[in-house]
């Protein structure tokens, strides 16, 4: 397969990278429903308006958008429709992804966040009404995008690469007192097919690596990062970004909440 018809395959949403290495300590959620049409999986990432105290999400801040769970090839519509209905507000964006999820179209959330105008920043929203409740009574709730009364806690699950490079995207980013950045290799998959040839796989890998590091290029956040995952995947294992290296390869942009 040449160049042009992996680009072909790539934009046409077959070919996905997703970050790989290590299972993630949060577990899908049988319970909650699929999100969209046909073939979603359960935990595909939802959006909601959540809002609290004022400093509930940063200095003066009292509401946000909830971004919670896997990052899936149609995530980016989610995000859209929820920019659009908030439209004027700009309201930052709270991450908190988990799962297998599409790289590319996390870059994609990225760049939306910053044609908006979105600040982003990490941590799990917990929602009032959902304290008690099952799975997909809670899912019910959120689905339809608030406003729901909440508070954004203290992370207990590190920032994996898809949460690194939706974050990028924030015009304002922060990484709040207690949290971890943990990076791990990347894969290639092919959400259609199970089976991808050497060649397609090394030549979708090179055409990848080359559109993360212009889309971190243009987010200002070093291209340093890459090499970092890719070290990750030559010894198969996951490592942690320190807080000095935060600033360093200006993740964020700003002081810790």
């Not at 980016?76 to 908030?86: E, G, M, S, V």
């Amino acid at each position: 397969m040449g160049a042009r018809s992996i680009a072909t395959v790539i934009f046409g949403g077959l070919l996905t990278m997703i970050a790989a290495g290590f299972a993630q300590a949060q577990a899908p959620t049988p319970d909650r429903p699929p999100v969209g049409g046909i073939g979603q999986l359960p935990d595909a990432m939802i959006f909601y308006v959540a809002r609290g105290t004022v400093g509930a999400c940063g200095p003066g801040c009292s509401e946000w958008i909830a971004a919670e769970g896997t990052v899936q090839w149609d995530t980016h519509k989610r995000l859209i429709n929820i920019l659009d209905r908030t439209a004027g507000r700009k309201l930052p964006v709270v991450i908190h992804s988990w799962g297998e999820s599409n790289l590319n179209v996390a870059t994609s959330l990225g760049r939306i966040l910053r044609g908006r105008g979105i600040d982003a920043t990490i941590g799990p929203t917990d929602v009032e009404a959902c304290r008690g409740v099952a799975e997909a009574d809670c899912f019910a709730l959120k689905r339809p995008g608030g406003p729901l009364d909440a508070k954004v806690k203290v992370p207990d699950e590190p920032c994996d690469l898809a949460c690194v490079l939706i974050l990028a995207g924030g015009v304002h980013r922060t990484l709040p007192a207690g949290a971890k950045v943990m990076l791990t290799g990347m894969a290639i998959r092919n959400r259609l097919a199970p089976n991808i040839s050497r060649e397609e796989r090394v030549g979708a890998t090179a055409r990848f690596d080359e559109l993360f590091r212009i889309y971190l290029r243009d987010m200002g956040v070093e291209t340093e990062l890459l090499d970092i995952v890719e070290k990750t995947s030559d010894v198969r294992r996951r490592i942690e970004l320190p807080p000095s290296d935060w600033t360093r390869l200006h993740l964020v942009t700003a002081t810790s909440l």
